[in-house]
Structure formats: C-alpha cells, structure tokens
C-alpha cells in the first residue's frame, strides 16, 4: 500500500536525494514529484524489487534536469548545520561539505551506500548502471573523500 511505503521512506529518500543533489530545496520538490509520480504508477513501482530506488533515481533525474534547464546561476548547497524536514540526524559537517563537492555519480552511490545502507545491486539498479560501476564510483569516491577530509582546512 501506498500510504505504509510513503511513511516508511519518504524521509529516508529526501535526505538521500538532498545529498545526492547538493540542495535542499531542489532535493524536496523533486522528493515530492517522485512520489506523486510513484502514486499514479503504484501497482506498477509497488511491484518492483526496490521502489524507493525507482523514488530515489527520478528524483534525482528530475532536480538534476530541473537544474540544468533552469541553469541556476546559484546553487543553495546543504548548509553544513541544515535542518532536514521528517529527517532523524544530520551528518558531521566536514562529511557533508565534503560529500557536496564530489561529482553527483560518486556522490549518489556514497548517499545510497553508507546512509539508506543499500547493496551494490540494489544501487545499481537504483541508478541505472552495472555493479562493477557502482563499485569503481564507490572507491573512487571514498579515496576522494579520505584526501579531502584528512586534507587541513
């Protein structure tokens, strides 16, 4: 049922998507459009393995399109003290400033692996690549943010 997915995960793929996208408020409304979308098409998204992976991936699709077609002159990034809505914790700053400065392909398969704690398949499907890509994403991703985070700011 629609309802018990949607309070199940909605708050976990908002804050994914947020991070994923750099920006909260882009992050929102595409998080909200995904689920609309995901409710008119839900005996369809319902039936699949992950749906919040279907969730995740258009609405990542749809800020990042938003964003290219608008052609924000200025980006609002995550500040590093945020205050998610429907969102349990916030990351340490240093890991979130630096998630925001890894291209979106590393940092989508990092917000997917360490915070919704999904498997390398699960994410591979989520963004539509193979396993084998999703793990060189996640190394280099993690070597990128080992550098920066040991790197004295």
Request: with cysteine; charged share 30%; aromatic share 6%.
């Amino acid at each position: 049922m629609f309802e018990e997915f949607y309070r199940a995960e909605r708050s976990k793929v908002l804050r994914a998507v947020v991070f994923a996208l750099d920006d909260t408020d882009l992050g929102v409304e595409s998080t909200d459009e995904a689920l609309a979308r995901a409710y008119e098409r839900w005996d369809e998204v319902g039936a699949m393995r992950n749906p919040a992976g279907w969730v995740f991936r258009v609405a990542v699709n749809l800020g990042h399109n938003r964003h290219r077609r608008t052609a924000l002159e200025r980006r609002k990034p995550v500040p590093p003290d945020r205050d998610l809505p429907d969102v349990e914790g916030v990351a340490d700053p240093a890991i979130a400033a630096a998630l925001s400065r890894l291209p979106l392909e590393q940092r989508m398969v990092v917000v997917l692996r360490y915070h919704l704690d999904w498997t390398v398949d699960e994410i591979a499907e989520a963004v539509g690549c193979a396993a084998g890509t999703v793990k060189s994403r996640l190394h280099r991703a993690l070597q990128r943010l080992e550098t920066m985070l040991e790197a004295p700011v």
